[in-house]
């Protein structure tokens, strides 16, 4: 653990984070008054904005947030069900509001594209917008007949796709989730339910984040065992590695940063732990 950001004041119920791939700055959502905040690379809070209200450059209730490589936040909002984006001082410059259920997780490309999910829908979204104008160009649904699919990550080197779903509950049973792999053509490459990921390692797993690290590998938080998981590149998937054990409370967001930190959200704790790699 390199460094320890937020705590309960600062943030409040944390949903989501991502880092910029040029500044090392992260941006996290969360419920607080001012619903994003601008960390720096040394942890220092460099901006807020996005208060809850009816304009345009209000949020309702973050989900989930990612920065392009343009430098853009852009935030799934559930309270209106719609996509804002802003530049990293808060100004808002794209609001897409149409054709939502239920927009949700979310993760930038190389290209600056958007690929999002909708819960209610079951499906995957690539939204391409010109930012610097506040101009969409293209929302495109690239995939349905998912369940509730909620996080999802894109692969900055081979255009992967992985996202977490929630599968319902049968009988008295808890829900659980699967972990689902396309390729950047958005063929299936590989799935796995906590029932068959559970048979690999010791304990049930219930992931609720995912991203990719900087050699492909698919990563996850699973809040049964407070872990965070290596599950091994989508060719080889899923092979098991633990990568943190201990020291988390209830990890809900997940992301990499340009140094090859591993960013954890661990909203038991309201907080973002930052690890650095041995």
């Given at each position: 653990?390199?460094?320890?950001?937020?705590?309960?004041?600062?943030?409040?119920?944390?949903?989501?984070?991502?880092?910029?791939?040029?500044s090392g700055r992260l941006a996290v959502a969360h419920d607080g008054k001012k619903r994003i905040h601008i960390f720096g690379?040394?942890?220092?809070?460099?901006?807020?904005?996005?208060?809850?209200?009816?304009?345009?450059?209000?949020?309702?209730?973050?989900?989930?947030?990612?920065?392009?490589?343009?430098?853009?936040?852009?935030?799934?909002?559930?309270?209106?069900?719609?996509?804002?984006?802003?530049?990293?001082?808060?100004?808002?410059?794209?609001?897409?509001?149409?054709?939502?259920?239920?927009?949700?997780?979310?993760?930038?490309?190389?290209?600056?594209?958007?690929?999002?999910?909708?819960?209610?829908?079951?499906?995957?979204?690539?939204?391409?917008?010109?930012?610097?104008?506040?101009?969409?160009?293209?929302?495109?649904?690239?995939?349905?007949?998912?369940?509730?699919?909620?996080?999802?990550?894109?692969?900055?080197?081979?255009?992967?796709?992985?996202?977490?779903?929630?599968?319902?509950?049968?009988?008295?049973?808890?829900?659980?989730?699967?972990?689902?792999?396309?390729?950047?053509?958005?063929?299936?490459?590989?799935?796995?339910?906590?029932?068959?990921?559970?048979?690999?390692?010791?304990?049930?797993?219930?992931?609720?984040?995912?991203?990719?690290?900087?050699?492909?590998?698919?990563?996850?938080?699973?809040?049964?065992?407070?872990?965070?998981?290596?599950?091994?590149?989508?060719?080889?998937?899923?092979?098991?590695?633990?990568?943190?054990?201990?020291?988390?409370?209830?990890?809900?967001?997940?992301?990499?940063?340009?140094?090859?930190?591993?960013?954890?959200?661990?909203?038991?704790?309201?907080?973002?732990?930052?690890?650095?790699?041995?």
């Amino acid at each position: 653990l390199r460094l320890c950001l937020g705590g309960w004041g600062s943030l409040v119920n944390p949903t989501g984070v991502a880092a910029c791939p040029g500044s090392g700055r992260l941006a996290v959502a969360h419920d607080g008054k001012k619903r994003i905040h601008i960390f720096g690379p040394s942890g220092f809070c460099l901006w807020r904005f996005g208060e809850r209200g009816d304009a345009s450059n209000d949020i309702k209730y973050p989900l989930d947030v990612t920065v392009t490589s343009d430098g853009h936040v852009v935030v799934t909002d559930g309270g209106d069900r719609s996509v804002k984006a802003f530049d990293f001082e808060g100004r808002g410059v794209l609001a897409v509001r149409e054709g939502f259920c239920l927009p949700w997780g979310l993760d930038a490309t190389p290209k600056s594209e958007v690929i999002l999910t909708d819960s209610e829908a079951g499906a995957l979204y690539r939204l391409a917008a010109d930012f610097q104008r506040g101009e969409l160009k293209k929302c495109q649904m690239i995939r349905s007949r998912l369940v509730s699919p909620r996080a999802v990550a894109v692969c900055q080197t081979s255009g992967a796709v992985v996202v977490i779903e929630h599968l319902k509950p049968r009988g008295p049973s808890k829900g659980s989730t699967r972990v689902t792999i396309f390729s950047a053509e958005m063929d299936l490459i590989g799935q796995m339910d906590s029932f068959g990921l559970s048979l690999a390692f010791p304990s049930r797993i219930y992931a609720t984040a995912v991203a990719f690290d900087k050699e492909g590998r698919v990563v996850v938080t699973d809040v049964c065992s407070q872990a965070v998981i290596c599950l091994g590149k989508p060719e080889e998937f899923p092979i098991l590695n633990p990568l943190i054990s201990h020291g988390l409370s209830y990890p809900v967001g997940l992301t990499y940063t340009a140094n090859n930190c591993l960013v954890v959200l661990d909203s038991g704790d309201h907080s973002v732990k930052v690890y650095s790699s041995t």
